[in-house]
């Protein structure tokens, strides 16, 4: 058996910023219209008007204050309000490679070792670019991996069952070096014109590279424990898929082909369970709350995390014990944790010890216990 350890992250951030201000004013703009071009049936009280988003509302609602995004300029459009990519050939990188290779590359650069020294890469992400073959297959080639590489899919909480999955192949002996990497385009998936949810994703890509302790260069951690869980729940879903043309209503401009969620109960039942993953992981391993030094967790909503944050540590966590970012990234389904443990870890000292965790659409939360060696 063999011990993982995580020694090297990565981040990509795309150059495009979308404030709070200019979402706004987009939205109550589309919002204008709509109601507008549905006068009649709101005077009539059969349909109820479309209400006006503000800055205020979204800051209160969750605590994000931007968001980055690989295109604005069709979000922001009142007539279009989604990304526009380009067509690219078959040929082409697909987008998620590319903003993976980035990403890769950086961490590769931080954990000292060639990524042809990689025998397994895992896409870890809550939307894939296509249903085969396999986009991790397309970013191994694109980095220059050896070894294999496949698809994971569990939401938001696809970076932290990924590497669980690397860290139990390793510790295993059947690969040496992994790489978890995770091109969330949630900016293709979010129903910007639904206030409830216009203002919750943002795009970024991040990697992580794990391997043998043994075979560490540098300044890492230790993967002392990693855990997963599941629980069914409709309130988190998107519908989309490759049977959707197949359907008789599949080809229309259907809602719940993009994110929805129920977010009242997602809070209510989410909290509850993700608090209890923690405290259940920290029993078995003989961890207590005392021990430790930074919790880095999923970046969906400033008071989920604070909640959590508070229940896992007993008190109100103190400033950098439990690092946010989604004021400025918003919500980046998988990557969110990772962001804050790649910018917010390296004044860790050896022996402090920390905590990974990611939870989302399943329900699913996934948790990993590092310790800085």
Not at 61 to 79: H, N, T
Request: charged content about 25%; some cysteine; aromatic content about 8%.
């Amino acid at each position: 058996m063999y011990q993982p350890a995580i020694t090297g992250t990565g981040v990509f951030t795309p150059e495009n910023v979308i404030t709070n201000d200019e979402l706004v004013e987009s939205f109550n703009k589309y919002a204008e219209k709509w109601n507008a071009d549905h006068a009649d049936e709101i005077a009539a009280g059969t349909l109820a008007p479309m209400e006006m988003s503000s800055t205020e509302f979204i800051i209160k609602a969750s605590g994000i204050e931007q968001r980055y995004v690989l295109e604005k300029e069709g979000v922001l459009d009142p007539d279009r309000m989604y990304p526009h990519f380009r067509q690219r050939s078959d040929d082409e990188p697909g987008l998620m490679t590319e903003i993976a290779l980035n990403a890769c590359q950086k961490a590769l650069a931080q954990a000292g070792i060639d990524a042809s020294e990689i025998d397994l890469v895992i896409c870890a992400a809550s939307n894939m670019e296509r249903a085969y073959p396999a986009v991790g297959v397309e970013i191994q080639k694109a980095i220059g991996a050896g070894g294999f590489a496949f698809d994971m899919n569990v939401a938001c909480s696809s970076a932290t069952f990924g590497i669980q999955a690397a860290a139990d192949m390793i510790r295993a002996g059947s690969v040496k070096k992994a790489i978890v990497v995770n091109p969330e385009i949630t900016s293709g998936h979010l129903e910007w014109r639904d206030r409830d949810c216009h203002f919750i994703f943002g795009d970024v890509c991040t990697a992580t590279v794990l391997e043998r302790e043994e075979d560490a260069k540098g300044p890492h951690f230790r993967v002392l424990s990693t855990r997963c869980a599941t629980e069914f729940s409709n309130n988190i879903r998107n519908n989309n898929g490759f049977l959707r043309r197949n359907r008789p209503d599949g080809m229309k401009d259907r809602r719940d082909m993009q994110f929805m969620q129920n977010g009242r109960k997602v809070f209510k039942e989410v909290l509850p369970m993700v608090s209890a993953h923690i405290a259940s992981h920290m029993a078995e391993e003989h961890v207590e709350a005392s021990d430790l030094k930074r919790l880095w967790l999923h970046q969906a909503n400033k008071t989920m995390n604070d909640f959590i944050g508070k229940k896992v540590l007993g008190r109100d966590p103190e400033p950098g014990e439990q690092p946010n970012i989604l004021q400025d990234y918003a919500n980046t389904s998988s990557a969110g944790s990772i962001i804050a443990f790649s910018k917010y870890s390296d004044d860790l000292q050896p022996g402090d010890k920390g905590l990974i965790c990611s939870f989302g659409a399943g329900y699913s939360v996934g948790s990993v216990l590092v310790e800085r060696a």
